[in-house]
């Protein structure tokens, strides 16, 4: 389904999502108190055995969560980031002047308040434009070599659809470097839904996060 998408199309799905990384970074902001600013540079189609790559090699180690999309959609969210990223993102919820231990049950925590503070507003966002009900699972988190962690996911995800939908966003705390990969990996027929709610609602122009 994803070969067929003609330009328009295109343009429409990446308007849901940057609106839908406005609202996450808002979202964010508030958690930490600080201006985190989150950006859509860019949405690709991808073979599925190919995502390790975008998210800096399969052996690169990287902190990842794992969502299923419940309720009138099914796929998978993944937020994969490499370990200083993770690190810099933990310390600044936490507030504190040294990061924990990614394993250690603090880091655990602040990971998972990140993920689903991210991906709830994400998927409210495209949920009010799409009139769909889009609700996270309950995350799950590991710390590992990112071809590992996205082995069982992405074992599941083929025999959904052969090619993923990658975006890629950029985190940013007062020009700090911090990058991390959100990949949104719906199955074909939520995709479809999703755009043709979105076409006969309008397309969302003007929408602000």
Do not use: W
């Not at 343009?11 to 849901?16: A, C, K, P, S, V």
């Not at 190919?50 to 794992?66: C, D, F, M, N, Q």
């Not at 600044?92 to 990614?102: F, H, M, N, T």
Request: negative net charge.
């Amino acid at each position: 389904m994803f070969e067929k998408l003609d330009a328009t199309r295109l343009d429409i799905l990446r308007e849901i999502f940057t609106v839908g990384a406005g609202h996450a970074a808002t979202a964010l902001s508030q958690l930490t108190g600080r201006r985190i600013d989150l950006e859509v540079p860019r949405v690709l189609f991808v073979p599925v055995e190919k995502v390790p790559e975008i998210a800096g090699g399969a052996e690169t180690v990287v902190a990842g969560l794992y969502f299923h999309i419940l309720g009138d959609a099914r796929g998978v969210i993944l937020l994969i980031l490499p370990e200083e990223s993770a690190l810099s993102m933990v310390q600044i919820v936490c507030a504190s002047a040294e990061a924990p231990q990614l394993e250690s049950p603090l880091a655990v925590s602040a990971m998972q308040e990140i993920g689903n503070i991210l991906a709830s507003a994400f998927l409210s966002a495209i949920g009010q434009l799409s009139g769909l009900s889009l609700i996270p699972s309950v995350p799950g988190y590991a710390r590992d070599m990112a071809g590992s962690i996205l082995d069982l996911v992405l074992i599941e995800l083929s025999r959904l659809a052969d090619t993923a939908l990658v975006v890629e966003t950029v985190f940013g705390e007062q020009g700090a470097g911090i990058r991390g990969h959100f990949f949104l990996l719906p199955d074909p027929q939520t995709l479809e839904a999703m755009i043709r709610a979105v076409e006969r609602a309008g397309a969302p122009g003007g929408a602000s996060a």
